[in-house]
C-alpha cells in the first residue's frame, strides 16, 4: 500500500514563507515524476511545480522566481518551498507522485490528502 503523506501548510502573512513536504511511505520500486498542484475554492486543480527523476524542473509562470520544487531521493520525498507568498497562492495544495510497484512492472498515479495554505494580505 503505498501513500503520500503531506505536511508544511498554515497561515502566513503577504510575503513570508513556507515549506511543504510529501513524503512517499509503503512498498514500491521507482519514483518518477513528483509535482505539487493547488486548488483554490471554486477553481480547477492546477500545476504549481513538477520534476522528474531526472531533475528536470518545471513551474506555473505565477510562482517563477519566487518557489523551488526539490526532492531528496533518499528520504523519498519532495519539497516546497515558498517564498514572498501571496493572498492569490491561498489554496488546497496537493502533491503528486508516479510510481511503480514492486516488480517495476505497473506504474501507478498518487495523490497527498492536501494541506491548507492562507496568505493574508
Known amino acids: 500500500q503505498v501513500h503520500l503523506v503531506e505536511s508544511g501548510g498554515g497561515l502566513v502573512q503577504a510575503g513570508g514563507s513556507l515549506r511543504l513536504s510529501c513524503a512517499v511511505a509503503?512498498?514500491?520500486?521507482?519514483?518518477?515524476?513528483m509535482g505539487w498542484y493547488r486548488q483554490a475554492p471554486g477553481q480547477q486543480r492546477e500545476l504549481v511545480a513538477s520534476?522528474?527523476?531526472?531533475?528536470?524542473?518545471n513551474y506555473d509562470d505565477s510562482v517563477k522566481g519566487r518557489f523551488t520544487i526539490s526532492r531528496d531521493n533518499a528520504k523519498n520525498t519532495v519539497y516546497l518551498q515558498m517564498n514572498n507568498l501571496k493572498p492569490e497562492d491561498t489554496a488546497v495544495y496537493y502533491c503528486?507522485?508516479?510510481?511503480?510497484?514492486?516488480?517495476?512492472?505497473?506504474?501507478?498515479?498518487?495523490w497527498g490528502q492536501g494541506t491548507q495554505v492562507t496568505v493574508s494580505s
Open positions: 503528486n507522485a508516479h510510481i511503480y510497484g514492486r516488480p517495476a512492472i505497473d506504474v501507478n498515479v498518487y
Open positions: 509503503g512498498r514500491f520500486s521507482i519514483i518518477n515524476d
Open positions: 520534476i522528474n527523476n531526472g531533475g528536470v524542473i
